[in-house]
């Protein structure tokens, strides 16, 4: 027998000899013979005091193990790397691939026969996701839960669109120091992660999509007690995967459940860095997210979760409507319904279960969406080659199709010195353009693409404009803002090759992002490129690992050599 504390034994040269030597060991904790003998169920430990998102993350890990010890196996609990979104420097994404590297090999390295992995603030879920699927033991996702909502004065608030829309109004002088303060100690009133549909909770969403999560797991509020039964529950069935040898992610990922992944992310208005994170899963599979395709389903799968920042809702209100289950219900047949989750149930069958909420108005039927298309296009031009992202349903209507002038960043340290400046030479109608902001450029393609109305027009009342960059962009903002656009300019990408005046045309219902200069021209200004030498910062370390193997926004930002070989 080669399961439990058997597994994967310590090279030593003598099998008896490293079992003996692991279980000398480990009963030094107090553990009888019985305990160890059992199935063991892996637990990750995301904790950390930086990472207010998962600050419930030591009640889930209590509530998973009972669960687990409830069905006769053990729970043996493990760190992995922590990254919460605003203590992450330069940026969180820049990490992701090391939270997966760091989880996958614990994974392997330890004698476990499932794995619960528990994340949620935005990269956590997607490294621990690729993690468990590269290493292909059946897993149980957790994730922490969003935040509970917040009031001032007698709004409700929510971290973090209207973290951005207040910084919006005190930048523009319409509110003062006293009161940005006061919104500070209300816009996240509890643990969990951001309650509109962030990246965060976009991303748990598509977890439960997967089939990899138990049904409304995604929305369950963090403190909520019914999240820490359902850890519980999610302990149990663990432990009977545990014993089942099963499903594993590579029998659970399936074409059908990516493809139903995209229609909810579709349906949810769901962040944009969503897109990059479920390539990034797919390419440790052998499926790919296929660009064009997934623009087709936003053209046929409508919006119908009414949540900021697309609607009005927060993640509570889509939970207490029936969460995922009533979504996927709602979706019908724009799903696989004999797609298959941990519990080996179908999807039907979870969508049969679903709650029906009399009067709730955050879920919508399909004959009366939020937007009659999905929440994400993909555009393709001579500036996008390979594809650029905007999240059209957080967008204003009349600049979908808009042609303007370019204002160019350099850098975001660029766009941050110049940006307020008086003397600025911008207007309303121009596009705001930022580079060397994508994933090898700034580097780990930061949230910048957010680019602030600059002050003078804020001041003005200009709530809006045309943004378009390499970087990405925090699922929880809105505006017209084009983004991911790949390849990047720090690569030697056309968005390198735009000059201050340049007119830029953006046509969403085309689905095209152009620069309007002649080819000829262009050639000409891509032959003075200089080609870029490894920058300062790429000199030794993970920083030198990341320069060297990170993809590009099209192949979801994973190392190159972490992916698995493709289908066709
Ligand atoms: Fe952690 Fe938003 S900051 S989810």
């Not at 330069?90 to 090999?105: F, G, H, Q």
């Not at 307020?420 to 994933?439: H, I, K, Q, Y």
């Amino acid at each position: 027998m080669t399961d439990g504390l058997r597994k994967g034994l310590t090279s030593y040269g003598d099998a008896g000899f490293s079992l003996f030597l692991r279980k000398a060991f480990i009963k030094a904790m107090g553990y009888s013979d019985d305990a160890l003998d059992r199935s063991i169920v892996g637990i990750t430990n995301t904790y950390s005091d930086y990472n207010p998102c998962h600050g419930n993350v030591p009640q889930i890990i209590e509530a998973a193990k009972r669960g687990v010890m409830l069905s006769g196996a053990m729970p043996f609990v493990f760190p992995t790397i922590s990254i919460a979104e605003s203590f992450a420097h330069p940026t969180s994404m820049y990490l992701r691939n090391l939270m997966a590297m760091d989880t996958e090999e614990m994974i392997r390295a330890q004698p476990m026969d499932a794995v619960i992995v528990i994340g949620g603030c935005d990269k956590t879920l997607p490294a621990q996701i690729m993690a468990a699927v590269s290493a292909d033991l059946p897993t149980v996702v957790i994730p922490v839960g969003p935040m509970v909502v917040g009031h001032h004065r007698g709004e409700v608030l929510g971290a973090c669109t209207d973290c951005r829309r207040l910084w919006a109004k005190y930048r523009a002088g319409e509110i003062d120091d006293g009161e940005i303060e006061a919104v500070s100690g209300r816009l996240a009133p509890s643990v969990g992660t951001c309650m509109v549909m962030g990246t965060a909770s976009t991303m748990a969403c598509i977890t439960e999509a997967l089939g990899l999560s138990l049904p409304m797991s995604a929305t369950i509020p963090a403190p909520h007690a019914e999240r820490f039964r359902l850890a519980e529950a999610s302990g149990r069935v663990a432990a009977a995967m545990a014993a089942a040898k099963g499903p594993r992610p590579s029998e659970l990922l399936t074409k059908s459940a990516f493809r139903n992944a995209q229609v909810v992310l579709q349906a949810i208005g769901g962040s944009t860095n969503g897109l990059i994170h479920l390539t990034a899963i797919a390419h440790r599979t052998p499926h790919r997210i296929d660009l064009e395709a997934f623009d087709k389903l936003g053209r046929e799968v409508p919006v119908l979760i009414d949540l900021k920042p697309s609607g009005q809702h927060y993640m509570e209100h889509f939970h207490h409507a029936g969460g995922v289950p009533r979504l996927l219900a709602q979706l019908g047949d724009l799903v696989d319904l004999d797609a298959r989750t941990i519990e080996g149930k179908t999807v039907r069958q979870v969508a049969a279960a679903a709650e029906d909420v009399p009067g709730q108005d955050a879920i919508r039927p399909r004959q009366m969406p939020i937007k009659p298309e999905g929440g994400l296009a993909v555009l393709h031009g001579n500036l996008a080659p390979r594809g650029a992202v905007i999240k059209h349903s957080a967008a204003t209507a009349k600049l979908l199709q808009h042609t303007g002038r370019a204002v160019v960043f350099e850098s975001v340290e660029d766009m941050t010195l110049r940006l307020d400046d008086p003397a600025l030479d911008v207007t309303a109608d121009d596009v705001l353009v930022l580079r060397n902001a994508g994933p090898k450029g700034a580097p780990g393609m930061p949230e910048a693409g957010y680019l602030p109305i600059p002050k003078k027009l804020a001041r003005a009342g200009v709530k809006d404009m045309v943004r378009i960059s390499d970087a990405r962009m925090s699922g929880t903002a809105f505006g017209t803002i084009v983004l991911h656009i790949t390849p990047e300019s720090a690569i030697g990408g056309p968005l390198a090759l735009v000059k201050n005046g340049d007119m830029i045309r953006l046509d969403v219902q085309r689905r095209s992002i152009d620069l309007l200069v002649d080819e000829g021209e262009l050639k000409r200004r891509s032959a003075a490129l200089k080609s870029a030498a490894a920058p300062p910062w790429a000199s030794r370390g993970y920083a030198h690992l990341f320069n060297e193997a990170v993809l590009q926004a099209d192949e979801g930002c994973d190392f190159d050599f972490m992916r698995a070989k493709g289908k066709g």
